[in-house]
């Protein structure tokens, strides 16, 4: 599967939560560790996708395991203080 690189802006911190997304569903092992550190069914992610308390859940998800946030910014062509720097624009 290919990422591309300019999937969003830096700036738009919903836009990019949810490339970050795109990317961590990508792989199966860590999208089923995401929905099960989230809580969250199949269903429940398709349902919020443009909530708040999502976008900022997959940000967190990957900004608490450091490979994760590295590897997302990498196929995203982003740094990484751009993802955190996102889940703190979205606030809590």
Do not use: N, Y
Request: aromatic fraction near 4%; proline fraction near 5%.
């Amino acid at each position: 599967m290919t990422i591309l690189r300019e999937t969003s802006s830096p700036s738009d911190p919903q836009a990019l939560a949810l490339s970050a997304l795109g990317w961590v569903l990508a792989e199966q092992s860590r999208a089923d560790r995401f929905l099960s550190l989230t809580g969250l069914t199949p269903d429940e992610l398709r349902a919020s996708l443009m909530e708040r308390g999502t976008l900022t859940a997959v940000l967190d998800f990957l900004a608490s395991h450091e490979p994760d946030l590295l590897a997302a910014a990498d196929a995203l062509g982003i740094k990484p203080e751009a993802l955190v720097a996102a889940r703190a624009r979205l606030g809590a």
